[in-house]
């Protein structure tokens, strides 16, 4: 079946197709931030820092220093909890590339 301009809606799909595939790539690429050069120490790193972290974005590392200002240094990398938006499954991915200690 040819469409009124020629083009047949198999190939017109298939041109969408690469572009949804390309996209949806580009987004996946984006959403996966390069690992830490080193550990980075939550009780001294800043807000960009501390988005260098695994499923750590802007508002949670604002949240994280704003915590730290608040109630004081973190002495485990589990006292993250106490941010909220931070869970146990947040501590697991960020555990080997965070540090509390100089």
Do not use: H
């Not at 469409?3 to 198999?10: K, M, W």
């Not at 949670?60 to 109630?71: G, T």
């Not at 002495?75 to 697991?92: E, N, S």
């Amino acid at each position: 079946f040819q469409a009124e301009d020629g083009i047949r809606d198999v190939e017109r799909s298939r041109g969408l197709g690469d572009v949804y595939k390309r996209q949806t790539t580009d987004r996946t690429e984006r959403r996966t931030a390069p690992e830490p050069a080193g550990p980075v120490n939550i009780n001294t790193a800043g807000e960009k820092e501390l988005t260098r972290l695994r499923g750590i974005g802007p508002v949670i590392a604002a949240r994280i220093v704003e915590d730290r200002e608040k109630n004081g240094l973190y002495r485990t990398v589990d006292d993250l909890q106490r941010v909220k938006g931070i869970g146990p499954a947040t501590v697991a991915k960020i555990k080997d590339s965070a540090i509390t200690e100089n």
